[in-house]
């Protein structure tokens, strides 16, 4: 096995002209992106659940097969807490069903998660949407012994299209991600009525908790 090749976590590309298609969304949603009608960030959350699912799907049907399988990992995880890696962005919706995930859990792992984040703010230098795009860092969501505790709910797309090829050419298009950000970006303006820029997924969950400080007091 060559060093595995790790995907760069694609930032986000504009935002703009990007409703969702109804055609690429599963059978039994409609009418996500007609016109420009609102629906509440519960809704958006459930369709955003969609898009991820779609994407998913495809990135396991059509690309995940060649790559190689996490359960054979000599380092299992670190693609999500290598500090210099991890560059994902999430939208605030996207936040909202992070925050959503997190309010399910015990205080105990919640706390944990926001002292990672703190954490994380501090060490890396991480700001808002203004900030710069390059910053890297540890995801605060990566559990040992569980692994991503947004996994299953709420799991970014570029986490999403994230595996190690020995071939390049074996990589998910990039076109495949943005077109499904961009469905992301419409399901955004609908619940929110206006584009959302994405930020660092710690200030996300710092925001969702309203506690952003650079305070790193264990809670
Ligand atoms: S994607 Fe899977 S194989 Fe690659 S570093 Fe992460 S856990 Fe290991
Ligand atoms: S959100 Fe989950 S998959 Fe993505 S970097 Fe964080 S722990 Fe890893």
Known sequence: MKTPTLITLTLWPSLVNSCPSVDDMAENTHDLCSGMRFTSESNG?????????????EVQSSFEPKAKPCSTCETPGICCRDEHFVNVRVTRLEAAAISKRLDELDQKKRDDVYFRSRSAVERYGLSGANGPDSKTYACPLFERGIGCLVHDSAKPLPCIAHACYENKADLPPDELLESHQAKVGGLNRRVYGKDSLPIPIPIAILRGAKMETSSTRRP
Request: net charge positive; proline share 0%.
């Open 45 to 57: 959350i459930e369709y955003l659940r969609v898009v991820r699912s779609a994407f998913a799907g």
